[in-house]
């Protein structure tokens, strides 16, 4: 009895075992470790830069598992253009975090980076904030000269700087959490800042005493930053609508602005608004010159229209009071200019000041012709062809003898 309880024993033992070894081997089999958060961030935002080169027409040359130590894929431009791509990831968009992960980017892309290949050193994260991708490109620019730079998140943000790469920016799409989004007004071209821009990038064929501006040419849109005294997302935004209107060329090292006599007609078109004015008078007798001139030495303002025109030796109209431009028109910024008051009603103005409605396009641009501060020649010229007053015939004379060249420029 006790061999047949023991073999029973035995039976039941093994029947056990075996049911219990074959659910550990399913439980083996069936429940993988899972990959950390860390390293599932970096596998998305490695495929999500992939899928931004393969879709720009990119070939996206991914690594073998043994070299993936040095480097995350090679991409290469249907021109020939290549570049060794180094990804971090980020828990967070926050600069702290970004900028060390960019510097070890930059350091395994600079690494593993070619003859036929040039570094490009990117980081990633859920959301990057306008600030933070300005504090990353900011270092780049500091110690990071020699590599391509990219920023992205997941949310469609876009910021590439490299030759064949800005092509590649964009903005994440607005959200509204009320009703579907309306499509983007392209009048922002035309904003304060990007008017400096435009007359920045044209600056180096206008006469330097009718436009204060820098004169150089700028490969990507973090040098013209530089040279704009902007900030580089700033730029990058203004070259982006600049590209996707057509009005900068595809082909050649440089920023260079084309289809002109479009963008000339839609820049004058853009000031035409409300523009806040007021008929001033001087308060003391005298020669009135010489008062406004030592107005215009005293503070933020500059010759504007017509005044501007005759001060830059291109005057048309006359009889018209000098029109001067100030940053703001209001009780507190008249402070500045104690010889003045406004003109009671039926009274002849002195001069007319007008608020800027570009402020740092005007005052950035301002020359001083004979120690005055005037507008450049291009404010001149968007200022005053709407104006009712021979405004036209002026704005004409002045694309005749100044701009023409500049505007009708194919090339």
Not at 36 to 63: C, K, M, N, T
Not at 77 to 84: D, M, N, Q, R
Not at 90 to 111: C, I, K, Y
Not at 381 to 393: A, I, L, Q
Request: hydrophobic letters at 45%; a positive charge.
């Amino acid at each position: 009895m006790a061999k047949v309880i023991n073999r029973a024993v035995i039976i039941n033992t093994a029947a056990i075992l075996n049911e219990v070894g074959g659910h550990v081997k399913a439980m083996k089999n069936s429940e993988k470790p899972k990959e950390s958060p860390a390293i599932e961030r970096e596998r998305r935002a490695e495929s999500l830069l992939a899928d931004v080169f393969e879709q720009a027409g990119w070939r996206v040359e991914r690594q073998s598992k043994r070299r993936r130590a040095n480097l995350d894929f090679i991409v290469r431009h249907p021109e020939g253009v290549g570049y060794a791509v180094e990804v971090k990831a980020a828990a967070e968009g926050r600069a702290d975090r970004l900028v060390p992960l960019f510097a070890q980017a930059v350091l395994q892309s600079l690494h593993s980076a070619g003859q036929n290949a040039a570094p490009l050193a990117v980081v990633a994260a859920p959301k990057i904030s306008e600030g933070a991708a300005n504090q990353i490109l900011k270092f780049a620019d500091q110690y990071a000269a020699d590599a391509a730079v990219g920023i992205i998140d997941f949310d469609g943000l876009r910021v590439f700087r490299g030759p064949n790469l800005e092509v590649l920016n964009a903005e994440p799409p607005r959200k509204s959490p009320i009703g579907p989004r309306s499509p983007r007004v392209s009048g922002h071209l035309f904003s304060d800042l990007n008017q400096w821009m435009l007359k920045v990038l044209l600056a180096p064929e206008i006469p330097e005493h009718l436009l204060s501006a820098p004169r150089g040419q700028y490969r990507n849109a973090s040098q013209l930053a530089r040279a704009a005294k902007v900030s580089v997302m700033s730029a990058f935004r203004f070259v982006q609508q600049l590209q996707n209107e057509g009005f900068l060329s595809e082909s050649g090292p440089y920023l260079k602005v084309v289809r002109r006599d479009e963008l000339f007609r839609r820049w004058q078109a853009s000031a035409v608004r409300s523009v806040k004015e007021a008929p001033m008078r001087f308060v003391l007798k005298g020669d009135r010159h010489a008062q406004l001139r030592r107005m215009l030495n005293s503070g933020r303002a500059c010759l504007a229209l017509f005044a501007a025109a005759d001060a830059l030796k291109l005057g048309f109209v006359e009889g018209v009071p000098p029109y001067v431009y100030v940053e703001r028109i209001g009780p507190a910024s008249l402070k500045a200019w104690k010889n003045l008051r406004h003109c009671e009603l039926g009274e002849p103005p002195d001069l007319i000041l007008r608020q800027a409605p570009a402020p740092q396009s005007i005052f950035r641009g301002m020359v001083r012709p004979d120690g005055v501060a005037s507008c450049d020649v291009l404010q001149v010229w968007v200022d005053v062809s709407s104006h009712p007053s021979r405004g036209r015939e002026q704005a004409d004379l002045v694309r005749q003898r100044v701009l023409g060249k500049v505007i009708d420029r194919k090339n």
